[in-house]
């Protein structure tokens, strides 16, 4: 196939296990991150007890990435530097997902609990050997800013293709017309997310920048590197706090069977937030060509609270209005979604250029650690709240059988369960814009920095061509 981008380090084959990569990771993802809290809310557990592991098993995660991290900028396989743990991942990372989601129904609560926690602890410390190389990769691929935009941003829009897939899989077979358990649901997607992140493992390449030697990389040099990375500490400062609070993904199914009145409801509000949200993640390469790109997310950000606040107040009984806000929404909630993790190959370089220190293992450990940190806190302070209104546990193995048990929810566990849904996010979003107010790394500097990095121009040059002093 023709290289319809010359000036491209990458082909396109490569290009292409790489999006498809994401298809597989995201199928996984967004099978915990959007599902976990429905199955766990449905295996006759106190919905605070789980809360309470899903929050513990974070200080693990708190180690874990940091560890990897520091592992990952240390260890030199002859094979390469990201992919060998991204061939691992992609064996480890399904199997086990797979676990998770086989608890014993006919086990104590106790033994429920255990199982969970560690099947927890095991899944999350794959997630960290699939991601941060994942992402490092990119880094490595080329040194061309346009083409890493490309490759992340279109990473995205297949991101999204697993997470789309995902919902509707979950949605359609765990429903009250189908009634397939969680547990076949987690092996079907187990299998496709084999089989779409295999490719990366033959058709990727390393080609430079994969790193100094490292070997005397000791954990007190981690942590000056990451207190001179203030830019990196800045971002992920806000991510973490909005992710943090971003309650509404794992309430989806809940919201939509308990508030209106079926669970495939999810896969409506899904499909009308999909062609908005592909839209814009396409054309987000070359919107970013000509607008700088924090200043674009910064306002994507404000639009998206101003939307969100908008939902809240008009509530779920006004369907269609809802309906409407919520596909706006999506533009602008995409737009952030898919420059989320661009800023973390930015901070990477501007980490290079500050200290001398090629520690892309840390720094993508903190994109993999507030990732998981806000989804995991986020699912648990949504069963948090949803407990503390009085929230009535269940034992079904899908929403077929939930329906045949007609257990009815009381009001205030319902009012609970839409401020979890509709006004948490928001509030999230609008403190999240504390931290960003301070980051002032911007795009035509990141350039200059990497064209440094990768020993293109002199120290002196780069500094000369820089807007400001960093």
Known sequence: MKNRHPEYLTTPKERGSYWTYFIGQNLIYYLVTGYLVTYTMMIGVDATKTAAIMFAVKFWDAINDA???????KVRFKSGKCLPWIRISTAVLPLTTILLFFIPRSAGEVTKLIWFAIAYVLWDSAYTICDIPVYSLVTTMTDNLSERNTLMSFGRVFSGIGTGATTVLCTVLASEDVGVSFSVIAVI????????MAPLSFQGKERGNTGIDNDS?????????LGKNKYLLLFYAAYIIANALATSGAMGMLVSYYLFGNSMFNLLLGALGAVPSLVIALFIPRILEKVDKFRFYMACTIVQIVLGFLIFFIGYQHMILFLIL???????????????????????EYGKFKTGTDAKGITFAIQTFSAKVGSAVSSSLGMLIVGLFGWISVNANSFQDLEALNVVQPDSALTGLWITYALVPVIGSLLSLIPLFFYKLRDKDVRIMAKYNFGEITREEAEAQLSRKY
Do not use: K, W
Request: aromatic share 12%.
């Open 189 to 196: 997607v187990g299998v496709l997310s084999i089989a779409t």
């Open 326 to 348: 919520t596909v706006i929404r999506s533009v602008p909630l995409s737009a952030t979604g898919t420059m989320a993790f661009m800023f973390t190959p930015d901070c990477a």
């Open 217 to 225: 990389f000791t954990l007190r040099e981690m942590l000056r590197y």
């Open 67 to 73: 560890l990897f991290g520091l592992i990952f900028d």
